[in-house]
């Protein structure tokens, strides 16, 4: 594939995104406010938020978690559907992203329906078995690639049947499938995949998805019972 410059793929997702997720204001303050922060840029691209935010309307959700908070941009595309009453537990390791996250969450006015705990995904997933969140309705996996295996587990534990569970990064431009590529990260998402495939109480697929973020993809996955 021969990138064009800008890439054509980058120039459609801002076509769309513009036409289709133009209710920039708060969003785009948020992105402003990671990067004055230092954080990395990594949050979904606009339409994938606009995606998260359909995938919330589509299934009804009232209890999300978010595995992965960074500065809280997916976080506020997930509360923008969330019906009155309705709840977001946020999972995030590094207190200054949480910083951010609740500034973010706050001056974006949702900050009332989310909780946001701070710590290792996998010492905070634990705790939420007995709380009232759970079972949650949607779970968005995008924290560290090496954990999606447990998170995976995690989710099912926390879920019921018609959870939609959705994980981040799945493609990381094809390294998947390069046997030359023994990144733990990359491992991380092959063995996601084969508990995915695995998992009798998972139907699962994954959308390849192109755009201002490079060339990636979601795992997508219903619980069936
Ligand atoms: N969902 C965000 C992006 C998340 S980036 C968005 O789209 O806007 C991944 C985040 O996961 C980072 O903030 C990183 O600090 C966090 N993270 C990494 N390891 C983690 C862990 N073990 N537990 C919880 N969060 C973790
Ligand atoms: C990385 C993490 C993400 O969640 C993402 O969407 C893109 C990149 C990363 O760790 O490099
Ligand atoms: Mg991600």
């Not at 009332?112 to 997933?125: E, H, K, R, W, Y």
């Amino acid at each position: 594939m021969e990138p064009a410059d800008p890439p054509v793929w980058a120039q459609v997702d801002a076509y769309f995104g513009h036409l289709l997720a133009p209710f920039g204001e708060k969003l785009d303050a948020a992105l402003k406010a990671n990067e004055q922060a230092g954080l990395p840029a990594i949050d979904v691209s606009r339409l994938q938020g606009k995606f998260l935010e359909f995938l919330v309307r589509i299934t009804g959700a009232r209890h999300i978690l978010e595995i992965g908070t960074l500065g809280a941009y997916s976080t506020i595309w997930l509360a923008r559907a969330l019906p009155e009453g309705g709840r977001i537990v946020t999972l995030e390791l590094e207190p200054r992203h949480a910083e951010v996250a609740r500034a973010n969450l706050q001056s974006s006015g949702v900050l009332d329906c989310v909780d946001l705990i701070v710590g290792p995904a996998i010492d905070t997933l634990p705790a939420l078995e007995n709380s009232v969140a759970a079972p949650f309705d949607l779970v968005f996996i995008d924290a560290d690639k090496e954990s999606y295996p447990e998170y995976l587990h995690w989710a099912l534990k926390l879920s019921r049947p018609g959870t939609v569970i959705v994980a981040d990064n799945v493609v990381r431009q094809g390294k998947v499938v390069d046997l030359d590529c023994d990144e733990a990260r990359v491992e991380g998402i092959r063995r996601f995949t084969e508990l995915l495939a695995a998992e009798p109480r998972l139907s699962a697929t994954v959308l390849q998805t192109v755009g201002v973020k490079g060339y990636d993809g979601f795992a997508l996955a219903v619980v069936l019972y």
